[in-house]
């Protein structure tokens, strides 16, 4: 699966963009997987191999979670969906599926081990 190669914010007021690298901008990885905008209007994305992290509009700042900073089993979040009740679910390589009620922990739901290294 191949993701977008950066990211570019567009400004209307201006015309311009803003271009978003791992390298010069904080964002976790060049490769996002998938973008949500949630109902409060946060706009979330994820980063394969490098968690998901959500986009500040108002600094353009990224707060990143992984396996590292988090309940993650693994950083490997692949796709993200907010339910109709607010709650995050992101699906993660090799099955695992966790819910994110209210933003405050991680709860595993689903998740099946694997001897990999991720």
């Keep these: 699966m191949a993701g977008i190669a950066a990211l570019n914010?567009?400004?209307?007021?201006?015309?311009?963009?803003?271009?978003?690298?791992?390298?010069?901008?904080?964002?976790?990885?060049?490769?996002?997987?998938?973008?949500?905008?949630?109902?409060?209007g946060r706009i979330w994305m994820t980063f394969g191999?490098?968690?998901?992290?959500?986009?500040?509009?108002?600094?353009?700042?990224?707060?990143?979670?992984?396996?590292?900073?988090?309940?993650?089993n693994s950083s490997w979040v692949l796709n993200m969906v907010e339910d109709f009740d607010g709650i995050y679910v992101l699906g993660i390589r090799m099955v695992s599926v966790f819910s994110i009620?209210?933003?405050?922990?991680?709860?595993i739901i689903v998740s099946k081990k694997s001897d990999e290294k991720v």
């Design 9 to 40: 914010l567009y400004n209307r007021k201006s015309m311009t963009f803003t271009t978003f690298t791992s390298d010069k901008n904080g964002i976790p990885n060049n490769n996002v997987y998938d973008m949500v905008l949630d109902r409060k």
């Design 49 to 72: 191999g490098y968690g998901f992290a959500q986009f500040h509009k108002s600094d353009k700042t990224f707060t990143t979670y992984t396996s590292e900073n988090s309940d993650l």
């Design 101 to 107: 009620p209210k933003m405050r922990h991680l709860k």
